[in-house]
T-cell receptor
Framework: GESVGLHLPTLSVQEGDNSIINCAYSNSASDYFIWYKQESGKGPQFIIDIRSNMDKRQGQRVTVLLNKTVKHLSLQIAATQPGDSAVYFCADPGGSNYKLTFGKGTLLTVNP | GAGVSQSPSNKVTEKGKDVELRCDPISGHTALYWYRQSLGQGLEFLIYFQGNSAPDKSGLPSDRFSAERTGGSVSTLTIQRTQQEDSAVYLC???????????FGSGTRLTVV
């Protein structure tokens, strides 16, 4: 079935390094993607989104890249900080336009 | 309010009991969603409300689960005759428009013993 999935379940980086979290999707009709950050005991928090008419979008210390050819997107976090430690999910509303499909998430651990 | 509020934050119940989980969406948000997150898993869609339209209940796992939204605002998710496999974090989200700008609450952690 259609799904949004993540390549790596865990990622450990040193404070100050850049982090890259990857996500693959299978629904070629997907045209909108969202990255969420979830800290322990909290709900997912919106980080950044991107529509399929874009290849790249930048926010504060975060960049999302979308490669529609291989159906892959990535979240890049610059100068990773301990506060960035969390589980990161990509999500896609899919053809329903509202029913988000989430991957299992990548756990990012930032070592001081 | 400033965010999506869910209550209780934690609920421990005995197997077979009924539970009600409450969600207060952001004021003015017409769309409201319930998701379930099991330990170490991604989020599983349960139900979607949009204004006065009939809800999309396609994600409810069994007829023990039901949800309502009164007055287009507060929503209650009810689980009847709880089972141990119902143990999870139940998350509510709302959005101003369908399909974007979702804001999640902190969830209700349900433990069935």
């Amino acid at each position: 079935g259609e799904s949004v999935g993540l390549h790596l379940p865990t990622l450990s980086v040193q404070e100050g390094d850049n982090s890259i979290i990857n996500c693959a999707y299978s629904n070629s009709a997907s045209d909108y993607f969202i990255w969420y950050k979830q800290e322990s005991g909290k709900g997912p928090q919106f980080i950044i989104d991107i529509r399929s008419n874009m290849d790249k979008r930048q926010g504060q210390r975060v960049t999302v890249l979308l490669n529609k050819t291989v159906k892959h997107l990535s979240l890049q976090i610059a100068a990773t900080q301990p506060g960035d430690s969390a589980v990161y999910f990509c999500a896609d509303p899919g053809g329903s336009n509202y029913k988000l499909t989430f991957g299992k998430g990548t756990l990012l651990t930032v070592n001081p | 309010g400033a965010g999506v509020s869910q209550s209780p934050s934690n609920k421990v119940t005995e197997k077979g009991k009924d539970v009600e989980l409450r969600c207060d969406p952001i004021s003015g948000h017409t769309a409201l969603y319930w998701y379930r997150q099991s330990l170490g898993q991604g989020l599983e869609f349960l139900i979607y409300f949009q204004g006065n339209s009939a809800p999309d209940k396609s994600g409810l796992p069994s007829d023990r689960f039901s949800a309502e939204r009164t007055g287009g605002s507060v929503s209650t998710l009810t689980i009847q005759r709880t089972q141990q496999e119902d143990s999870a974090v139940y998350l509510c989200a709302s959005s101003l428009v369908q399909g974007s700008g979702y804001t999640f609450g902190s969830g209700t952690r349900l433990t069935v013993v």
